[in-house]
């Protein structure tokens, strides 16, 4: 119960029943072992998946009125996906009360993407089931980005669109690609881009496509210009 109280605190907020939260924690190897005295997260799972889309829908379909239908599917998917939630779960710790079975935590199930982003959804689910879906809308919004579409933006690697969202801001300046050299025979080529701002060389990029060489350009510039770090520009 203390490692309850003390996960609540995590989350802002405090179950009126508490084995809802105990449920949501409960891996499916724990159960198993307990010989099912307590039942498994899966269930609120499946739950939290619904409820975790609703909320991110609503939030994109009423503050993202220019997005066309494909651009919603797109945003929503990148916010909702198991890369997001595990990540998201690591703001509230969450790793650290999942309970799991001895072989699970052996091989170190409590960090995996997949246990942790399953968790997090379950979580989502025995709050909404607790205090209704404005409880679990106000639990979800805290790990929504202020900037999404910068965050959908780096998930897809589309830093073009960063950089020019960031070039936009002074209407004087502009952004221009120019394609430096190509190489290789016909079935293996290469391609250099350099990006320009107002004719001056901010960034270079070479891949084996004309596009992939342009956002391999962006992401040189935006790392020139501080928008991005360097360290997330590795291992290309």
């Known amino acids: 119960m203390d490692r309850l109280k003390e996960f609540e605190e995590k989350l ?13 924690l409960t891996h499916s190897s724990y159960a198993n072992e307990s010989h099912h005295m307590y039942r498994s997260n899966e269930r609120l799972e499946f739950l939290g998946d619904s409820v975790l889309s609703i909320v991110v829908s609503d939030y994109l379909f009423e503050r993202y009125t220019d997005y066309p239908e494909g651009e919603l599917s797109k945003t929503r998917a990148t916010l ?18 999942i309970l799991l079975g001895k072989g699970e935590t052996a091989n170190g199930g409590k960090y995996r993407p997949s246990i942790v982003s399953d968790a997090f959804e379950a979580v989502i689910a025995a709050i909404y089931l607790d205090g209704g879906l ?13 900037d999404v579409s910068r965050a959908v933006a780096e998930a897809y690697d589309d830093y073009k669109t960063i950089l020019q969202e960031i070039v936009q801001k002074n209407p004087e300046e502009n952004v221009e690609y120019s394609l430096v050299s190509e190489s290789g025979p016909a079935h ?22 004309k596009k992939r060489a342009e956002q391999l350009a962006a992401k040189q510039a935006l790392i020139l210009m501080g928008a991005i770090k360097k360290d997330s520009a590795e291992n290309e």
């Open 134 to 146: 404005e409880a679990a809308r106000k639990h979800i919004m805290r790990f929504i980005p202020k």
């Open 12 to 24: 802002n907020y405090s179950f009126k029943d508490k084995e809802l939260l105990f449920e949501a």
């Open 80 to 97: 909702v996906c198991e890369k997001s939630l595990a990540e998201f779960a690591k703001e509230i710790n969450l790793s650290d009360y």
């Open 188 to 209: 293996n080529r290469t391609f250099t881009v350099c990006v320009m701002l107002n004719s001056n060389v901010i960034g270079k990029g070479t891949a084996s496509s």
